[in-house]
C-alpha cells in the first residue's frame, strides 16, 4: 500500500523509488503483487505517466485511510509501552484526597494527555488487597508495613495540624504544645480502616510524652461532626484547610512538628509502564513544592 500511494501521488515509478529509498524494479514488483492479489489494475502506464484507473481512484483514498490508522496503531501502542497513554487504575486515600492526589492527577494529565487514570477514594486497610488481587495497579496512602510483593516510595511527607471545635479554648492560638491536649480526647479512625494514619497519631502523641486517650468509633463525616461539638480533638493533614468542614478550625503544633508520609503503593511486578511515568511526575512535582 505504501508503494502503490507513492506512485500515485508522484505519477512516476522512478520519484516513487526515490522517496521510498528502494530499487524501481523493487517498487513495479510491489505494484504488480499488489494487482494479482486484488484481481484489479490499479494504474495504467505509458512511457511517459502513470495514471490510476477509477479502481485505484478508489483504492487509494482506503489505502491511505489503512495507512493513517496503522501509524496511529503503531504510536498508541509504543506510547502505551512508555506509559504515557493507555489506563492507570489508582486508589488513594482519605489523607491525601484534599490537594495531594489533586495535584498529582493534575500534572500527569498535563504530562500524558493520552494517559486515562481511573481514580477511587479507598481506606488504607483496603490497599494491600486491591493491589494483589490485581484490582487496582497503583495506591496513595500513608505510610505503613505491606506485605511482601508490594513496593513503595514516598510522594509526600505533610504537616499535621490540630483540629479542634471553633469555640474550643485553644481555636484562637497561634501554635500549641501537643502535650496540652494530653486530658483531651483524640478522634482517630479505627486502625482496621486506616493503620498508617492511625500509627502517625498515636506516634505524635507518644513522642509528645503522653498515651493519647482515642475514640476509634467514628469513621468519615461522623469524626469531623464530634470534633466540630467538641467532643474530641484530632490530627489532621494541613491540606485540609482548602476543605475545612463546618465548625472545626485547625492550629498549627509547636515544633517538632509531627509529618505523615505519605506513600505511592504498587506490585513489584514492572508490568504497568504508567507506574512509572507517575513516579516521575510525582518526584518532579515534589521537588518543585517542597513536599519532601
Not at 182 to 204: I, L
Not at 208 to 225: K, M, N, R, Y
Not at 239 to 254: H, M, R
Amino acid at each position: 500500500m505504501r508503494y502503490f500511494i507513492a506512485v500515485a501521488e508522484h505519477g512516476n515509478f522512478t520519484r516513487a523509488a526515490d522517496e521510498l529509498h528502494v530499487a524501481q524494479q523493487a517498487v513495479s514488483q510491489q505494484i504488480r503483487a499488489l494487482e494479482a492479489t486484488l484481481s484489479v489494475s490499479l494504474l495504467r502506464r505509458s512511457s511517459r505517466k502513470v495514471e490510476l484507473t477509477p479502481a485505484g481512484e478508489v483504492f487509494l483514498g482506503d489505502a491511505k485511510r489503512v495507512i493513517a490508522a496503522s501509524e496511529r496503531a503503531v504510536r498508541r501502542v509504543q506510547a502505551v509501552a512508555r506509559g504515557e497513554a493507555g489506563t492507570l487504575r489508582l486508589v488513594y486515600t482519605l489523607a491525601t484526597a484534599y490537594q495531594t492526589t489533586p495535584a498529582l492527577l493534575d500534572l500527569l494529565g498535563r504530562r500524558y494527555p493520552g494517559l486515562n487514570v481511573v481514580a477511587g477514594e479507598v481506606f488504607g486497610a483496603d490497599v494491600p488487597k486491591l493491589l494483589l488481587e490485581g484490582d487496582c495497579d497503583l495506591a496513595l496512602a500513608p505510610m505503613t508495613t505491606y506485605p511482601a510483593g508490594l513496593r513503595q516510595r514516598l510522594v509526600r511527607r505533610e504537616l499535621l495540624r490540630l483540629a479542634v471545635s471553633s469555640r474550643h479554648s485553644l481555636a484562637g492560638a497561634d501554635q500549641v504544645d501537643l502535650l496540652a491536649l494530653k486530658d483531651q480526647r483524640f478522634e482517630v479512625w479505627p486502625r482496621q480502616m486506616s493503620p498508617g494514619y492511625y500509627d502517625v497519631v498515636v506516634g505524635a502523641c507518644r513522642a509528645a510524652g503522653f498515651e493519647p486517650s482515642l475514640d476509634e468509633h467514628g469513621a468519615g463525616s461522623t469524626v469531623w461532626g464530634y470534633i466540630a461539638k467538641g467532643r474530641g480533638a484530632g490530627l489532621v493533614v494541613s491540606s485540609l484547610f482548602e476543605q475545612l468542614p463546618a465548625g472545626i478550625t485547625l492550629v498549627d503544633l509547636t515544633p517538632p512538628r509531627p509529618t505523615l508520609a505519605i506513600n505511592a503503593v504498587w506490585v513489584d511486578d514492572g508490568e504497568v509502564p504508567a507506574i512509572g511515568r507517575f513516579l516521575d511526575a510525582a518526584a518532579a512535582f515534589a521537588a518543585e513544592h517542597g513536599w519532601q
